[in-house]
């Protein structure tokens, strides 16, 4: 479905002049579901790349390329930021507000992770011992009910390490679930000016907090990156975007040529940054995801504003909105059938040093899009369409232009 623009009465003079257009609550954006495409795209791209190239390979020159390229990570972090604060911004009036958000997110969230963590589970007392023979898939394990509680960050930090490939992504979602524990709270209870304070001291205290990680190594390095308090920069950023949108939208279309070009400047300086000499690049690696929060940022708010771009355009064909959908299933299944693969076909963890480890690097590829095509279409997307029979009471009219039916993609 897609975004249709209505005219509203006039709003109320202390509501930004943007209140006067507005969209149906429950639609969607087409572009942002392809942008998501590209964050999973981003981490598959790494984690098939860059992650498993050993020195003497010929594919090396895959760490010179744009850090960028690979830090999808961080552009899911700035659209769930984005579309997270723009439903609890929409609804913030509701009767209903802590129920219907939760239970949504509930069915979203829950289903496919419990089922990928009971899988774990259960090979593990079947196999028992013989999960070795499995290598990176199951090493160095973290105890279940850690993940069970979405607490996995903490006890990798505790730990210094991912633990089993397996589960080893699943960081970012404890971060995410510690988000939506917190968020909606913050913006029930603050008016827009502590809000706006409040989400920019975040923004600006995650990197300061890396530094003094980096600098005084009071816990594991790793905190410094999978703690929400130290990677939450990425998540204010798309809520700031989800704010401005709402409160300066006629400013924001009148300056649409000045924004597209500042945020084309913003991404190619932040690429320029990474091949200039510095000595004391390892000191700053503090700024790197708050960098890629700007660029992504403005990456999002260029498509917000233009949805007749050809960015925009491309971003809403139907295989990259169909590989939207897809995500979720797509960064929970890559790394385990990554490895089963490797082990399947080459009898060792999966590396990149020839062409010869092509067959197994392919097989994963075409098996992750076969199986998160199945779960999206067969099991996910029907249990989101019963979580959203819930819906918002008595809700607060949206502030937005075609921005607010984002919130119909959770």
């Known amino acids: 479905m897609t975004a249709t623009i209505v005219a509203r009465s006039a709003p109320p003079a202390s509501q930004s002049a943007a209140g006067a257009i507005a969209v149906h609550a429950d639609q969607r954006i087409p572009s942002l579901d392809g942008l998501r495409a590209v964050a999973s795209l981003m981490v598959v791209a790494y984690h098939f790349g860059p992650h498993i190239v050993r020195t003497q390979s010929p594919f090396q020159f895959l760490h010179s390329l744009p850090q960028l390229m690979f830090a999808g990570v961080d552009l899911f972090f700035v659209l769930s930021g984005f579309l997270i604060a723009g439903i609890l ?24 992770y419990y089922l990928v963590l009971l899988a774990y589970v259960v090979t593990v007392a079947v196999l028992g011992a013989r999960t070795a023979q499995l290598g990176r898939l199951f090493e160095n394990p973290i105890s279940p009910w850690a993940y069970a509680f979405y607490l996995q960050n903490f006890a990798m930090t505790a730990a210094s390490g991912f633990g089993p490939v397996w589960l080893a992504g699943s960081w970012s979602l404890a971060v995410e679930e510690q988000f939506y524990a917190t968020l909606p709270l913050v913006i029930r209870k603050l008016n827009t000016r502590v809000l706006t304070r409040v989400v920019v001291a975040t923004f600006l205290g995650a990197p300061i907090l890396r530094a003094v990680i980096q600098k005084f190594q009071f816990i594991h390095p790793l905190g410094g990156h999978l703690l929400l308090p130290t990677c939450v920069d990425s998540l204010a950023a798309g809520v700031l975007v989800a704010m401005l949108v709402r409160q300066h939208y006629s400013w924001l279309s009148r300056k649409q040529r000045q924004i597209k070009w500042a945020a084309l400047a913003c991404l190619a300086a932040w690429i320029a940054y990474q091949y200039i000499p510095n000595p004391q690049s390892i000191r700053l690696a503090f700024i790197l995801d708050t960098g890629n929060s700007i660029v992504f940022a403005g990456v999002l708010l260029v498509i917000l504003m233009n949805p007749g771009m050809w960015l925009s355009r491309a971003l809403a064909i139907r295989p990259m909105r169909e590989l939207g959908g897809m995500a979720y299933s797509t960064y929970l299944f890559h790394p385990i059938l990554l490895c089963f693969a490797f082990r399947v076909m080459t009898s060792h963890d999966p590396q990149l040093n020839s062409f010869s480890d092509f067959p197994a690097l392919t097989a994963a590829l075409l098996a992750t899009l076969a199986l998160s095509f199945v779960s999206w279409r067969f099991f996910e997307k029907p249990i989101l369409a019963i979580g959203h029979r819930f819906t918002y009471q008595r809700q607060a009219a949206a502030w937005s232009d075609p921005v607010a039916s984002a919130i119909g993609t959770l």
């Open 89 to 112: 911004l929409d609804a913030r009036e509701s009767q209903n507000y802590f129920k219907v958000f939760y239970v949504r997110r509930a069915f979203r969230i829950f289903p496919l």
